[in-house]
């Protein structure tokens, strides 16, 4: 809404700049920083798999009801989602009319299904994007810790912009541990889009996983498991907003950047 204000009132400054002379039709008008093309996303942990300790504070389906309300009062471009299930994910994207790819998370050697209630789908990380997704891939990291593999999902939107996602295991972040090696296959992920790109996901660590050239946001200053949450990219002046939920253990990142001409 704020872009398309801004696009009308600069049409219609422009015809007035034209009609009482002051400037000439093949005069080249700089575009401020402020009118590029803005994009954001929401990051949520939502804890929904019906197994962790943290369940039984999403009050099922509250989590999803606040999932889809922020999407909501954010109007943000594109949403990643961990400790996700795929149906409440299908939910989301029927209610906000988004589009959505789900990376389903192996567990044992199988796909988990979430309970409390069970109908949910599987357990795993979701993208969702308000344009159309082109294409989608997702893989799983070499090392994992314990029984549950970790992935990560990445897609491409007809906007031409990559939106990435993964959850990376406990058991610190030292050399050699299943997290660092996983931090290092993320950053070679998100190296070699050759898009835009943008990246948010809880990677249960505090050093930064961003390629060279790429930024770092986190939830330093959140209320709850501060500083695990990352957000990544090489989109134009980032700002990052923290808010506080109600219905899972970690608060929400809110990530609004320009997209680079």
């Not at 989608?136 to 970790?150: C, K, L, M, T, W």
Request: charged share 20%; glycine share 8%; proline share 6%.
């Amino acid at each position: 809404m704020i872009r398309r204000s801004a696009t009308r009132l600069r049409a219609v400054l422009l015809g007035c700049l034209l009609a009482t002379g002051l400037l000439s039709p093949g005069t080249a008008v700089a575009t401020p920083a402020e009118a590029r093309p803005p994009y954001s996303l929401l990051h949520m942990n939502v804890c929904s798999s019906g197994y962790a300790g943290c369940y039984p504070r999403t009050e099922y389906p509250k989590i999803v009801d606040e999932v889809v309300a922020r999407v909501q009062e954010n109007d943000v471009n594109a949403v990643t989602l961990n400790e996700a299930c795929s149906g409440d994910v299908a939910e989301i994207a029927a209610r906000t009319g988004y589009h959505h790819r789900f990376a389903t998370v192996v567990y044992r050697g199988a796909p988990l299904p979430c309970k409390s209630p069970e109908g949910r789908g599987v357990f795993g990380n979701a993208v969702l994007t308000k344009e159309a997704i082109r294409t989608s891939e997702d893989a799983p990291f070499s090392v994992f810790n314990g029984v549950e593999e970790r992935r990560w999902l990445c897609v491409t939107t007809a906007r031409r912009v990559d939106v990435c996602t993964t959850h990376l295991s406990t058991g610190g972040e030292a050399p050699g541990t299943a997290n660092s090696v996983q931090c290092a296959e993320l950053t070679g992920v998100l190296s070699h889009r050759g898009r835009p790109t943008i990246f948010a996901g809880d990677v249960n660590r505090r050093a930064s996983c961003a390629p060279e050239g790429q930024w770092t946001l986190t939830d330093a200053e959140a209320t709850q498991a501060p500083g695990i949450q990352h957000a990544y990219g090489d989109l134009a002046a980032p700002t990052l907003e923290l808010e506080p939920t109600t219905y899972t253990d970690h608060d929400a990142l809110v990530v609004r950047a320009g997209l680079r001409r």
